[in-house]
């Protein structure tokens, strides 16, 4: 098997673990919050926590693994994860669990960029696309099996049993990492920004817990803003501090690149929708419409489907029409249906949510990939690594923000109507809300040229009288 494929499909192994686990726990959290006597809405810190530990920890990921080598990181995230798994099921309070989630983002926080890494380095730029269909398409069976193993589990036997699924992953991970991955390393390695560090995982850690509790859960509303007000000063002295060190934990510079700035921001924007979802979506059904952990884990599956389908035609499609034109209109259709999402109704057939959710995750996962693609098709080699690291930390930031605003919007809703438990018409201003915020991505991808990321896409030039080869590359024509 060509290592353009196999490599892939090894890194594919740990994504599969770590987003079936999401989808687990995101069906499972109303389950969750009442064995452990919490009110649901609280439950977005375990989400949150593990979200920022990873966004923390992924700055020291790219600069292990150009010291210790990728194999070794990577494995050793695996345990972590695992790890941090066993403890989840262990879990009898709120705090106990939080923790044990933050634990897990640590192990999270090393594998997946570190593995995403790896395939960068080992594929060829004309055959990224393609390197990353096979990498993605195993990630993306895990929101699939994750929401009907999770809510059958969690209905049928126990939440707790969810957090075991990883195991024989995790060992199928390992012994693939250990056959197939070099424990490539960089000998020339910088020093670690030790202070920046700090200042990233202070200031990332505070704002989340001050937008994640907002006021009502662990802290105090004194406690909640000046954790975000601390925050956001620490966020401000990094920026400062980025532009006067050589070699940064987070090097900012490579912002002034244009595709790899339009898919940082535009991949920030877009993810907050995305992120509220899987929090907002099962306590609608569950505890808006009623429905078992199972019944609810039936339905959401369904965007998992469409993200498997889009794989079958997105090389073609940015091949065709080029990265500019596919994100703009797949940005507007995938915040549309974020946004139509709470809309449903109990009486609204369960067929028709499945149908809205598939073409939403359709559209989700052709967004995704470009931005993905067309944020490295300028990136030099040597700056790989600081690329991932940066582009990393935003989509977990992202992700994290998404279950804090989709939260609050709830909440707020819910003190608005006097609820105590919400109702099936509390949710539709929170998936408005992060549609809308998630519909800013399309600014982004406007601003693009139009022959952005071609290297990548093999999309033919409009100025020139290129031909794209069925590989992806371009042959020029003599004058």
Not at 349 to 373: D, K, N, Y
Not at 414 to 439: C, E, T, Y
Request: overall charge positive; hydrophobic content about 50%.
């Amino acid at each position: 098997m060509q290592r353009s494929v196999l490599v892939p499909l090894i890194v594919a192994s740990a994504f599969f673990m770590e987003n079936a686990d999401s989808a687990l726990v995101a069906v499972a959290l109303p389950a969750i919050a009442q064995s452990i006597g919490e009110n649901p809405v609280a439950l977005k810190l375990a989400l949150t926590s593990y979200l920022v530990s990873v966004a923390i920890f992924i700055p020291l990921s790219g600069w292990l693994t150009d010291r210790i080598g990728a194999q070794t990181v990577f494995r050793l995230a695996m345990l972590v994860f695992i790890g941090g798994s066993l403890l989840c099921a262990a879990s009898n309070s709120l705090l106990g669990f939080v923790g044990a989630r933050f634990l897990q983002g640590i192990g999270g926080a090393m594998m997946v960029p570190v593995g995403r890494l790896i395939v960068l380095r080992s594929v060829p730029k004309t055959e990224l696309v393609r390197a990353l269909t096979f990498l993605t398409i195993p990630g993306m069976m895990g929101p699939m099996v994750g929401p009907l193993v999770g809510g059958f589990l969690t209905t049928y036997v126990d939440w707790r049993w969810i957090f075991f699924v990883n195991v024989p992953f995790t060992l199928l991970g390992l012994v693939l990492a250990t056959m197939y991955i070099e424990n490539v390393r960089d000998e020339e390695i910088p020093p670690l920004d030790v202070f920046g560090f700090l200042l990233v995982g202070t200031g990332l850690a505070l704002l989340m817990l001050g937008l994640a509790t907002g006021g009502r859960f662990l802290l105090s509303p004194q406690g909640s803003i000046g954790c975000i007000v601390a925050g956001c000063l620490a966020i401000a002295v990094y920026v400062w501090h980025a532009r006067r060190t050589p070699t940064p934990v987070m090097k900012l510079s490579l912002l002034r690149i244009h595709t790899f700035r339009a898919s940082v921001l535009g991949g920030l924007m877009f993810r907050i929708g995305v992120g509220a979802t899987p929090f907002l979506l099962p306590l609608m059904l569950q505890i808006g419409f009623d429905l078992s952990a199972f019944e609810s884990g039936v339905i959401t599956f369904a965007g998992a489907i469409g993200a498997i389908l889009s794989r079958a035609f997105t090389s073609r499609i940015f091949r065709r029409h080029g990265f500019k034109t596919v994100l703009v209109l797949s940005g507007i259709g995938g915040a549309l249906f974020i946004a139509v999402t709470g809309f449903f109704t109990p009486h609204t057939p369960h067929w028709f949510i499945s149908l809205t959710l598939m073409v939403g995750g359709l559209l989700r996962s052709v967004q995704f990939a470009g931005l993905f693609a067309v944020g490295y098709a300028d990136v030099s080699n040597k700056d790989m690594s600081y690329a991932t690291t940066l582009s990393s930390v935003s989509q977990q930031l992202a992700l994290s923000l998404g279950v804090a605003i989709g939260g609050t919007l709830l909440q707020l809703t819910l003190n608005w109507h006097g609820h105590a438990v919400a109702a099936p018409g509390d949710f539709w201003p929170a998936f408005v809300g992060v549609g809308l915020i998630s519909a800013g991505a399309v600014l982004c991808a406007v601003f693009l040229p139009p022959d952005a990321g071609s290297e990548v896409s093999g999309h033919r030039r409009p100025d020139d009288g290129g031909q794209t080869t069925e590989d992806g590359g371009r042959n020029t024509k003599s004058s």
